[in-house]
C-alpha cells in the first residue's frame, strides 16, 4: 500500500506524512519537507518541477533523491495504480523519469508512450532499489544545477 511506502520515506526523511486525500489509487508527493497523499484523478494538479519529475516505487530512492534536492518528487505502489495518471501539458515537466520494478518494465513504457505528448520527453528507468539509489542520485544532483 501507498500509505506504508509514504511512512517508510517519512521515516528516512524525519518527516510527518500528510494523509487528509483518500481515494482509494493514490500516490505520494514529497515536496517541500513534507509528503502528501493525492488522489491519481488529481495528478495533473500536483506539484512537480517544470524541468524534471521523478516518479518512483522505492520509497528509500525517492527520499535519498528528496533529501538532495527541492524538486518534488512522486512514489507510487503499484504500476497498475497510476495507469490514468494524467500530467497537466501546461505545468507539466519539460523531462518525466520514471522508475518501475523488473516485473512492470512493460506497463510502465507503455505508460510512458502515452505520456510523451507536447513538452514532456520520458524515460524509464528499470532497476532494484539499492542500484538505481547509487546511479541516480549523483545523476539527479547534476541534473538538478543544469
Not at 21 to 36: L, P, R, T, Y
Not at 92 to 100: E, F, K, P, R, S
Not at 125 to 140: F, R
Request: contains cysteine.
Amino acid at each position: 500500500m501507498i500509505q506504508q511506502k509514504a511512512f517508510k520515506a517519512a521515516k528516512i526523511l524525519n518527516i510527518r506524512p500528510d494523509f487528509k486525500e483518500k481515494s482509494g489509487q493514490d500516490f505520494a508527493v514529497i515536496n517541500k519537507g513534507g509528503i502528501e497523499l493525492w488522489p491519481v484523478a488529481k495528478s495533473n494538479l500536483a506539484p512537480v518541477d517544470k524541468k524534471l519529475l521523478f516518479i518512483s516505487p522505492y520509497p528509500d530512492l525517492a527520499a535519498a533523491l528528496s533529501m538532495r534536492s527541492p524538486r518534488p518528487v512522486w512514489l507510487y505502489d503499484r504500476i497498475d495504480d497510476i495507469q490514468s495518471m494524467g500530467l497537466s501539458e501546461k505545468s507539466g515537466a519539460d523531462w518525466v523519469m520514471l522508475v518501475c520494478t523488473p516485473a512492470d518494465f512493460v506497463k510502465a513504457n507503455l505508460l510512458a508512450d502515452r505520456w510523451t505528448y507536447g513538452p514532456h520527453e520520458v524515460t524509464v528507468m528499470m532497476g532494484q532499489e539499492a542500484d538505481l539509489i547509487n546511479k541516480l542520485v549523483a545523476y539527479y544532483q547534476q541534473a538538478q544545477r543544469g
